[in-house]
């Protein structure tokens, strides 16, 4: 219980201080915009949260079985890079995409490897698939989103940026039990 209060507190201080909106950026179609909206609302919500940790607090393990911050914060970008490959260009990771499969599957062999460096090595790369995100959807428009995915018999972009989306906000609620967890 005495973590609850902690997290509830750092949610509404993070979201009190700008407006609660869902505002389509200059430069978007109407619903491409709004998928972006809240693609950076998360985005800088995840980023506020753990922007300040020390390599220690990057790579605390709950437990056994659990992710490190800094390797959650991986596998969101290998996702989103995976997601721009997947609508962008219609295909999966290339060869050149190899560094991004262990972040994608994460485990056992992510909690070995994706240790010992800052949060800002994570946060960085972050920032830079999604640049690349926000390049790529500002030449696309609603008809573009509602198409079918390339490759998918049934997934239409809107679908598939709209999972990058919950994606992050499912890794968002680890990272914060984590934080409220570390000694």
Not at 30 to 35: D, K, S, T
């Amino acid at each position: 219980m005495r973590y609850l209060l902690p997290l509830l507190l750092l949610t509404l201080h993070c979201t009190s201080a700008r407006a609660q909106k869902i505002e389509v950026p200059k430069g978007y179609t109407p619903q491409v915009g709004a998928v972006v909206s809240m693609l950076e609302d998360l985005k800088s919500r995840v980023t506020r949260s753990v922007a300040n940790l020390s390599v220690e607090e990057t790579d605390f393990l709950l437990d056994e079985k659990a992710n490190r911050i800094g390797a959650m914060i991986y596998h969101l970008a290998a996702t989103e890079r995976y997601y721009q490959r997947y609508t962008f260009e219609g295909t999966g990771f290339l060869p050149e995409d190899a560094h991004w499969e262990l972040a994608l599957d994460l485990g056992a062999p992510a909690r070995e490897k994706l240790a010992g460096k800052p949060i800002r090595f994570y946060l960085d790369l972050w920032d830079e698939v999604r640049a690349e995100t926000l390049r790529q959807l500002k030449t696309k428009d609603d008809k573009w989103f509602s198409a079918r995915a390339e490759g998918s018999r049934s997934m239409n972009n809107h679908w598939a940026w709209y999972h990058v989306m919950e994606h992050q906000a499912n890794h968002m609620g680890q990272i914060r039990l984590i934080l409220g967890r570390q000694p």
